[in-house]
C-alpha cells in the first residue's frame, strides 16, 4: 500500500516532465516501490540462525542497536507516518531497503548513511547537531555488512526480565584468582582495594538468565561486542565462568551488545565505566535491569 501511494505522489512534484515522461515514471517508481516490498516480505527474520522465528513478526525487523539509534536519532519526524515534512518514514526494515523518495537509484538507508555525513544538508536537520560517532558507526557498519535484517529479544511482548533469581549453571565459580573467579561480582570494584588485581579497560559476566547470584557460573561463548568512542569495535568472548575480561585501551564512552546465534541485546545508552558487573548485578544497579542476559 505504501508503495503504490509514493507511486502516485512522486510524479506530480516533478513538475518540468511531460506528460509520456510521467506516464513512463509512473511504472517505474511502482516497479521499484513493490519490487522492494516484496524483497522485504520474502527476508525471513530466522535466516541468520533459526533460533528467533516467531518474535519477529512483532519487532521492526531491525537488528536492536539500529532500530535504538533510529528512535533516539530520527523518529522524531521519521515517525509512521512521518511528520515534520520529512518524506518517509524510517521505522521498519522494509523502510530501510525501500529506495529513497527522491533518489530511486538509492535505498533510503544508503542516502541516510550519506545524510548523516553531509555537513551542508545534514540529517537530523541543523540546528541539531549531528549524531554521535558511536551512533554513526552502528548505522555504518549495518550498512557496510549489507543490511542484514534482525530482530530485538525484548520486543517478544512478555518482559525477558520477569525471571526469578536462580542459579541457571547450578555451579559456583571458587577461584580465588584468574579470570574465572567471582563471575557477576564486579571486578574492578575489588581489584582497585587489592594492590596486586588489574584494572581492567572492560570485565564482566554473561549470564543465560536475567537474575542469577553473584559468584554463580555464568554462560560462556558469549560475544561482547563493544565499540567505543573511535569507532573501534572490540569483541571478548565469555568464558565458562561467563566472565569477560580486557585490558587494551577503550576511547570513552562505548557502546555495548551481546551477540550469540544470529541474535543481540544492545545496551542504548553510552558507557564511561569498564566495569559491567556494577551496574548489572542480580538485580540491576544504576537503572540497569538485571545480568548482561544472554540474547
Ligand atoms: C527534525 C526532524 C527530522 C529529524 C530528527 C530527521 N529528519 Fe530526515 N528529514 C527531515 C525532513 C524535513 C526531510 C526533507 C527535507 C530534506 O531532505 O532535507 C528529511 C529528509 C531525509 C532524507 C532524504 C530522503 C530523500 O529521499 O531525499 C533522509 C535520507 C533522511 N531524512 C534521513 C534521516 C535520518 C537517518 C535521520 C536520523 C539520523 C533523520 N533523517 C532525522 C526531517 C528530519
Ligand atoms: C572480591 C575481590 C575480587 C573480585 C570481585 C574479583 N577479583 Fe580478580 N582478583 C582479586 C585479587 C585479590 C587478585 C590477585 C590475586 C593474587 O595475585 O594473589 C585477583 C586477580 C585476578 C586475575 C589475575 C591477574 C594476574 O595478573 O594474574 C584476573 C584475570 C582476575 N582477577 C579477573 C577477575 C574478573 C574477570 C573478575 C570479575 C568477574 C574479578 N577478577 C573479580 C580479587 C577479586
Ligand atoms: C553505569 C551502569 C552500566 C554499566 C557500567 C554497564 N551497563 Fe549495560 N546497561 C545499563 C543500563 C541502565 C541498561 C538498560 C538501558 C540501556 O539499554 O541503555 C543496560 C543495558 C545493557 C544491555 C542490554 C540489555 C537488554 O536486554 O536490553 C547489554 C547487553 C549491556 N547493558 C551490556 C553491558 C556491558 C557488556 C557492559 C560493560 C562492558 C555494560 N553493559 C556496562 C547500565 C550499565
Given at each position: ?12 512534484s ?21 519490487t ?29 542497536d ?10 522524531s519526524?521519521?515517525?509512521k ?18 529506495p529513497?523518495?527522491?533518489n530511486?537509484s538509492?535505498?533510503?538507508?544508503a542516502?541516510?548513511?550519506m545524510?548523516?555525513?553531509?555537513a551542508s ?5 541543523s540546528p ?21 535484517s ?7 511482548g ?5 525471571t526469578?533469581?536462580?542459579c541457571?549453571?547450578?555451579t ?14 564486579a571486578?574492578?570494584?575489588?581489584h ?17 538468565t ?14 561482547i ?14 568464558n ?11 576511547a570513552l ?6 551477540v ?6 544492545a545496551?542504548?545508552a553510552?558507557q564511561?565505566?569498564?566495569d ?15 545480568r548482561i542476559?544472554?540474547?
Amino acid at each position: 500500500m505504501d508503495c503504490f501511494v509514493k507511486a502516485v505522489m512522486e510524479p506530480t512534484s516533478d513538475s518540468s516532465s511531460s506528460m509520456f515522461d510521467t506516464c513512463l515514471r509512473f511504472s517505474l517508481v511502482f516497479v521499484l516501490g513493490c519490487t522492494a516490498m516484496e524483497t522485504a516480505r520474502t527476508v525471513p527474520y530466522d535466516g541468520d540462525g533459526g533460533t528467533n522465528s516467531g518474535t519477529g513478526s512483532s519487532g521492526s525487523g531491525l537488528p536492536c542497536d539500529v532500530d535504538t539509534m533510529l528512535k533516539n536519532d530520527c523518529r522524531s519526524c521519521h515517525s509512521k507516518p512521518p511528520i515534520g515534512g520529512a518524506p518517509m518514514s524510517l521505522d521498519s526494515y522494509s523502510d530501510l531497503i525501500a529506495p529513497a523518495p527522491t533518489n530511486h537509484s538509492l535505498t533510503v538507508a544508503a542516502l541516510s548513511l550519506m545524510r548523516m555525513q553531509d555537513a551542508s544538508a545534514p540529517m537530523p536537520p541543523s540546528p541539531a547537531s549531528l549524531v554521535s560517532s558511536g551512533d554513526l558507526s552502528i548505522f555504518q557498519n549495518w550498512v557496510n555488512s549489507g543490511m542484514p535484517s534482525g530482530t530485538c529479544s525484548t520486543d517478544g511482548g512478555t518482559d525477558p526480565y520477569g525471571t526469578p533469581v536462580v542459579c541457571t549453571s547450578n555451579t559456583y565459580s571458587t577461584a580465588r584468582e584468574g579470570s574465572r573467579m567471582a563471575p557477576g561480582q564486579a571486578c574492578n570494584n575489588c581489584h582497585a582495594s587489592s594492590g596486586e588485581a588489574p584494572i581492567f579497560a572492560l570485565a564482566g559476566t554473561a549470564y543465560p538468565t536475567a537474575h542469577e547470584p553473584d559468584d554463580c557460573n555464568g554462560v560462556s561463548a558469549m560475544q561482547i561486542v563493544i565499540v567505543d568512542a573511535n569507532n573501534r569495535s572490540i569483541t571478548l568472548t565469555s568464558n565458562t565462568a561467563g566472565n569477560f575480561d580486557y585490558s587494551g585501551s577503550v576511547a570513552l564512552p562505548y557502546h555495548a551488545k551481546i551477540v550469540a546465534n544470529g541474535r543481540e541485546r544492545a545496551m542504548s545508552a553510552a558507557q564511561t565505566n569498564g566495569d559491567c558487573n556494577s551496574c548489572h548485578t542480580e538485580t540491576g544497579a544504576s537503572s540497569a535491569p538485571g545480568r548482561i542476559m544472554a540474547p
